[in-house]
């Protein structure tokens, strides 16, 4: 194999493994990435000098396909009613046929850091034969300087191979598309799929299972920074608002996907951002819109016009077109990033029965409950099967990359917030009115008013009513915002309808929180939502 690049020369690709490739090539930097997948054939520029990608007919995460090796480090770490289990023996068979599908090929490496803080990153090494996937996971982990190149060590490799075609009968796969995680081995495999989440995920998914053995809590969220240096953190699944509601031109966006938060403070995972572009426009999301029209980002599942213009508004494609790009074309972004220990803590949930407040604040064993309860709606084109929004519970505001218990990050949670004094509040960007299809969803600008009271202490002297179904409390007034709006069952034309949607919601929780009941003390299981008499 010819070893070509940027790279340093005593940590080069295992022979073993990658030996039948014909080449291999180090850490090209943006523009030869751009220029390669173009030469390529791979995507289109548009207008802006964007590269427009297509993914083929995975144009989201392949849940379903996803597998962690069950073995004895495993056995009694992950958390396998949520996870799907690899045997050793598979594993070991997927990854020698990998090995024989890139004889002849040509691989591009990216050495990259997953996190910002040097006390609890993890070196990166991602191979792939997509330059515009290496482009894109180098967009969006953290891009080593020179010096940090010529020491680097990989501790997980990725292996991405999207014309690579998993036989179930000899892997052990549900189809032909697999994502195959080895914790003990720190190697992932990626085949069947050129949906590039699967590889910023992956990473994810193992910082998720190796970060609290450190006492550093991994989680799905974004995060910001104000002018006084205060924290917040924005909870939630794709599509409830992290990557939106934290980019906001008052604050500074920290990152908008995935954090730790250790006794140092909170640190980003990544080095970019990945935003879903359904509907995007310059007045609602500017920071984000002007992004994705910079030399550089990608726009994957994107539709563009006659002239290459991208057309957000149009999801023939899907409805999950995303824009990947570094975290300095946001142009309020800490370049660190890294930041303070947090101030407010945000639940953010789409709540599809249209029964939740816009804002809500919880007590810290509520908190507790809505974190393990994880309520939002799953949202069109996210995962392959979900056509229009559906209420789902995800534990951790994550639990598709969450392989060990909940309770293991609901413990760190409780421990941290009790630690640091943060405010938690539940913030609803789902519907109300009615439920989805007769309500209507929550206005964007409604929304940013309401967060900017929160995170500036507005709401700290504002008068709460209790809600009689949840028990938390809910501001009665927010300046800017229509008061009707903060009352949801006043929205609906039909009071005890939403009654009854309520106490529907309500056994839902309760059905649904009965699982982690054992793992909670008292105090949290008391903070369960009831229906009033």
């Known amino acids: 194999m010819r070893h070509e690049g940027r790279f340093n020369h005593g940590n080069t690709l295992d022979e073993e493994v990658f030996g039948a490739a014909e080449r291999a090539i180090y850490n090209l ?12 054939g791979l995507g289109l520029v548009t207008v802006d000098g964007a590269l427009r990608t297509l993914s083929g007919r995975h144009t989201g995460r392949a849940a379903k396909d996803k597998f962690i090796v069950r073995d004895d480090l495993t056995e009694d770490t992950v958390w396998w009613d949520n996870n799907a289990a690899i045997s050793p023996a598979h594993f070991s068979r997927l990854k020698a046929d990998f090995g024989r599908h890139m004889e002849g090929r040509t691989l591009h490496v990216q050495d990259l850091f997953g996190g910002a803080d040097p006390d609890y990153r993890l ?17 969006l982990l953290r891009r080593p300087r020179e010096h940090e190149l010529a020491t680097f060590r990989e501790e997980l490799t990725i292996i991405h191979l999207p014309s690579f075609h998993a036989d179930p009968a000899a892997h052990g796969t549900r189809s032909n598309t697999v994502i195959a995680l080895d914790f003990r081995e720190r190697l992932v495999l990626i085949g069947g799929t050129a949906y590039a989440g699967e590889i910023k995920k992956s ?33 939630g699944l794709s599509g409830t608002g992290k990557t939106t509601l934290s980019s906001d031109s008052t604050r500074r966006l920290i990152g908008d996907d995935e954090h730790g938060w250790s006794d140092n403070g909170i640190f980003n995972f990544e080095g970019g951002c990945y935003a879903k572009t359904i509907n995007l426009s310059p007045k609602a999301e500017p920071e984000i819109y002007a992004a994705c029209r910079r030399f550089g980002a990608i726009l994957e599942n994107v539709a563009l016009d006659d002239v290459r213009n991208p057309d957000f508004s149009d999801d023939r494609l899907t409805e999950n077109g995303r824009a990947a790009y570094p975290l300095h074309y946001i142009p309020n972004s800490v370049e660190s990033g890294m930041g303070g220990q947090p101030e407010n803590v945000i639940f953010l949930t ?6 939740l407040p816009p804002i809500a604040r919880l007590t810290p064993e509520q908190a507790m409950f809505h974190f393990l309860s994880g309520y939002t709606a799953k949202v069109a084109g996210t995962e392959e099967g979900v056509s229009e929004p559906q209420a789902t519970f995800s534990a951790c505001f994550g639990a ?6 909940p309770a293991v990050y609901g413990k760190m949670l409780k421990e941290r917030l009790a630690a640091t004094g943060a405010d938690c509040w539940l913030v609803n960007t789902g ?14 600008q409604e929304t940013r008013a ?7 202490g507005a709401l700290k002297e504002a008068a709460f009513r209790t809600d009689p179904f949840f028990g938390f409390a809910v501001p009665t007034a927010v300046e800017g915002v229509d008061p009707a709006l903060l009352n949801p069952r006043g929205t609906w034309d039909d009071g005890q309808a939403y009654d009854e949607q309520a106490k ?13 009941a054992e793992a909670v003390d008292d105090k949290v299981r008391a903070a369960a939502p009831m229906v009033p008499a």
């Open 450 to 456: 309401i967060l900017h009271a929160a995170l500036n």
């Open 504 to 516: 529907k919601l309500v056994a839902m929780f309760n059905d649904n929180f009965a699982r982690f």
């Open 29 to 40: 930097i943006e523009p030869e990435l751009h220029e390669l997948a173009i030469r390529e």
């Open 123 to 139: 070196n990166v090494r991602v191979v792939t034969e997509s330059p515009w996937h290496a482009l894109f996971i180098r967009h």
């Open 203 to 235: 990473v994810f998914t193992t910082l998720n299972y190796l970060l609290p053995e450190q006492n550093v809590l991994p989680m799905h969220c974004s995060a910001n920074v104000g002018e006084r240096e205060d924290t917040a953190l924005f909870f």
């Open 400 to 405: 598709p990359f969450m392989p060990r218990h």
């Open 350 to 355: 789409a709540d599809a029965f249209g029964v």
């Open 431 to 444: 519907w109300t009115g009615g439920p989805y299809g007769e309500g209507y969803r929550m206005p964007i």
